[in-house]
């Protein structure tokens, strides 16, 4: 069964920063490249950032780039995402995602990660 747990999400102030993680399982993870997607209340899914299969190539909805980033650890089997200078629009719940084979869509999500970003 393909699992997908995130957590570290939380309560943070502005500029501060938080690491997502996302524990995967029932798949081999190194097959797949994997993205974090997120939904702020009210709002429709907003796709956050991809990684390819070796971690050798990302990248990045634009309001992200410089301040988040993706990486993963294909021997534990974990994809991160890095959150740095966070601001009150970032807040949203977190979630990461397999990608199918072809790149255009996703087969497998995690149950989220709610972060909130307020002073």
């Known amino acids: 069964e393909v699992q997908l747990v995130e957590s570290g999400g939380g309560l943070v102030q502005p500029g501060g920063s938080l690491r997502l993680s996302c524990a995967a399982s029932?798949?081999?993870?190194?097959?797949?490249?994997m993205s974090w997607v997120r939904q702020a209340p009210g709002q429709g899914l907003e796709w956050v950032s991809a990684?390819?299969?070796?971690?050798?190539?990302?990248v990045y909805a634009e309001s992200m780039k410089g301040r988040f980033t993706i990486s993963r650890d294909n021997a534990k089997n974990t994809l991160y995402l890095q959150m740095n200078s966070l601001k009150s629009e970032d807040t949203a719940v977190y979630y990461c995602a397999r990608e199918i084979r072809d790149g255009t869509s996703y087969d497998y999500w995690g149950q989220g990660t709610q972060v909130t970003v307020s002073s």
């Open positions: 029932g798949f081999t993870f190194d097959g797949y490249a």
């Open positions: 990684i390819n299969w070796s971690g050798g190539s990302t």
